[in-house]
């Protein structure tokens, strides 16, 4: 346990130190603009906070809107990935298949995936909103490929 929040909070640190700009940035909800993204299932909604994801080292950060009683599926991503729970519930684990393990979490809780590590989520009656961060480029891969949006 120790293991992992020292490398949280290195990870953390890490991108922090990543997101000095040129210039000052605010962002509020209402200004956020949601946006289907096709390498995501139907129904989930990207909104960019700060970033471009196609840059190699910008630090991205992400709103990701999940619908209620939602299922991703198993994938992976080129980067490492800070996610805190915004709104809602949502449960999430590791591997290349898809399970129900754990518990739900409520706003404020925060996990660590490394890069090209499989995990999965789930929402339960409710929409939830997550914010992610990560340093570019952005991209995502099936465990499965066909639960790719972009190959149907």
């Not at 289907?36 to 950060?61: E, H, I, R, S």
């Not at 599926?73 to 898809?98: A, D, M, N, R, W």
């Amino acid at each position: 346990m120790k293991k992992q929040l020292f490398a949280a909070a290195a990870l953390i640190a890490f991108a922090s130190s990543g997101m000095a700009q040129d210039k000052h940035i605010k962002v509020t909800p209402d200004a956020l603009i949601w946006k289907d993204n096709p390498a995501f299932p139907k129904g989930v909604q990207l909104a960019a906070l700060v970033g471009d994801q196609t840059k190699a080292g910008d630090t991205v950060v992400l709103r990701i809107k999940f619908p209620a009683n939602f299922q991703m599926p198993p994938h992976t991503h080129p980067y490492s990935e800070v996610v805190t729970i915004i709104s809602g519930t949502i449960g999430t684990s590791q591997g290349e298949k898809f399970e129900k393990k754990g518990e739900l979490l409520k706003p404020g809780a925060l996990w660590v995936y490394p890069a090209k590590h499989a995990h999965y989520a789930w929402t339960g009656n409710e929409e939830a909103v997550l914010q992610v961060q990560f340093t570019g480029p952005g991209g995502i891969d099936y465990v499965n490929p066909a639960d790719d949006p972009r190959k149907k």
